[in-house]
Nanobody, 128 residues
Framework: VQLQASGGGLVQAGGSLRLSCEVS????????IGWFRQAPGKEREAVSC????????YYGNSLKGRFTISRDNAKSTAYLQMNSLKPEDTAVYYC??????????????????????WGQGTLVTVSS
């Protein structure tokens, strides 16, 4: 499985960006999708994950309400809509996936189950 993240860039604080993640499968509905990020000098953290089945979602600390994860299985693409961006959101954003599991969105985002495929990352820079 290959993933291609795109949509990053430079944005002012308070602005918005939408990231896309194209996945090289015809059956995206069988995969849990997640977004993760890594800021300079910091560990990678989970941003959001979405289940393969019913669209259940999980968000990292303090991100729900500003970020929205979604998926379009017909297009084999997942999205991350980011609003009200802050300088501390600056990071490389990665999309990742694993085969469906019960509560997979929760387990993958909390690290209890590892992602099995990763994209190359897209840089988001938020200026103050």
């Amino acid at each position: 499985v290959q993933l291609q993240a795109s949509g990053g860039g430079l944005v002012q604080a308070g602005g918005s960006l939408r990231l896309s993640c194209e996945v090289s499968v015809f059956n995206l509905e069988d995969y849990t999708i997640g977004w993760f990020r890594q800021a300079p000098g910091k560990e990678r953290e989970a941003v959001s994950c979405i289940s393969s089945s019913d669209g259940s979602t999980y968000y990292g600390n303090s991100l729900k309400g500003r970020f929205t994860i979604s998926r379009d299985n017909a297009k084999s693409t997942a999205y991350l809509q980011m609003n009200s961006l802050k300088p501390e959101d600056t990071a490389v954003y990665y999309c990742a996936t694993r085969w469906r599991d019960y509560m997979g969105h929760y387990y993958m985002c909390t690290g209890r189950l590892p992602a099995t495929s990763w994209g190359q990352g897209t840089l988001v820079t938020v200026s103050s």
